[in-house]
């Protein structure tokens, strides 16, 4: 896995995944300089290479200096993440249908941000992560758990038997102000057309919705958890 820019690299490096090497540009200063001295002492293998060797490998065209590439993204299992919970204070994103990567980039970033104790995505019809994910996400993909998994509605009914409530994140529901977010909590954010699909909503025991004062009618997924996350958040302050 290829992983690029600065921030993204420097957070690779403090979450001890496996790292074959970093190329970065010759005469580093500031924040490069910081990721040579970070590698050095974990015992990764540096490359110090022109901008032009940078620019023929980088994928994304905004390398920031620095390469990075490591093993394949390491998925983790939901039974990981919900041992991983504290009692009766658990928090899970689960994404129904979630395909753009900035999307998922930016909602495992709030995820982490918010103290999430992990994202849960379908292995079909959405985003992986990947290094341009990583990269969205601000390097918090390495920090916060991600679980892969076959069937959503299995997925559900597993974090229902462990003791959470499921949230569906949709225009027509309660609004969020006025809903009790303690205990074990998981939110469902839907794709970015089709919201959270009918079965899936079937499936969970209420549905918020965000109140929108102007003339759109609808919020990007990844701003649409953000602001549910944090109401989690408030609960637990």
């Not at 601000?138 to 597993?158: D, E, M, Q």
């Amino acid at each position: 896995m290829q992983t690029e820019g600065r921030n993204a690299v420097l957070e690779l490096l403090k979450s001890g995944a496996t790292i074959e090497k970093i190329m970065i540009e010759k005469n580093p200063q500031g924040s490069l300089a910081r990721i040579f001295a970070e590698a050095r002492s974990a015992g990764v293998r540096v490359q110090f290479v022109d901008k032009k060797v940078l620019d023929k490998h980088s994928v994304t065209g905004r390398h920031q200096g620095c390469i990075a590439l490591s093993t394949d993204y390491k998925y983790t299992s939901l039974d990981d993440i919900i041992a991983g919970c504290q009692p009766s204070n658990g928090f899970v994103i689960v994404c129904d249908g979630i395909e753009d990567v900035h999307n998922l980039g930016s909602i495992i970033r709030v995820a982490e941000c918010a103290g999430a104790d992990g994202v849960v995505i379908p292995a079909n019809n959405s985003a992986a992560v990947t290094e341009a994910v990583i990269r969205i996400s601000a390097g918090a993909a390495n920090h916060v758990k991600v679980a892969k998994v076959n069937s959503l509605g299995n997925a559900i009914r597993t974090l229902k038997e462990a003791g959470f409530w499921l949230y569906a994140l949709e225009a027509d529901g309660t609004g969020i102000y006025k809903a009790d977010l303690s205990g074990n909590v998981a939110l469902v954010v839907g794709g970015e057309d089709s919201g959270v699909r009918r079965i899936t909503r079937e499936n969970c025991d209420f549905t918020l919705s965000i109140p929108l004062r102007g003339k759109v009618n609808s919020l990007n997924a990844s701003v649409a958890l953000g602001i549910a996350a944090y109401e989690v958040v408030k609960t637990r302050l």
